[in-house]
């Protein structure tokens, strides 16, 4: 499956921005999506995820409260809606997918597929 994401853009802090991705090819049923952050000179790091089947959903501590993962009925788009910015939010987001669920959802290396990724900038 491959994925897409947009929205991103520059946002002053305490504004919001709702992020999305889109997978071409195939539905995510059965695969369990997430977005990831990275900031320059910093590593890759989870944001959000919503598991498979169960679409329970689970959160980084520091946007828990503040984002929001969702996904559409037709399982062929995954959002991030973001509130409450904050300048350390400040990163390239990448959507990612894996099939099923692995409790280890937190590492980049257990997901097969990304999206492009797109920027988000929060200013003070």
């Known amino acids: 499956v491959q994925l897409q994401a947009s929205g991103g853009g520059l946002v002053q802090a305490g504004g919001s921005l709702r992020l999305s991705c889109g997978a071409s090819g195939r539905s995510l049923s059965g695969y369990s999506v997430g977005w990831f952050r990275q900031a320059p000179g910093k590593e890759r790091e989870f944001v959000a995820a919503?598991?498979?089947?169960?679409?329970?959903?689970v959160y980084a501590g520091s946007v828990k409260g503040r984002f929001t993962i969702s996904r559409d009925n037709s399982w062929k788009t995954l959002y991030l809606q973001m509130n409450s910015l904050k300048p350390e939010d400040t990163a390239v987001y990448y959507c990612t997918a894996r099939l099923g669920w692995s409790v280890h959802y937190y590492k980049p290396g257990e997901y097969k597929n990304w999206g492009q990724g797109t920027q988000v900038t929060v200013s003070s």
């Open positions: 919503v598991r498979e089947r169960t679409s329970s959903t």
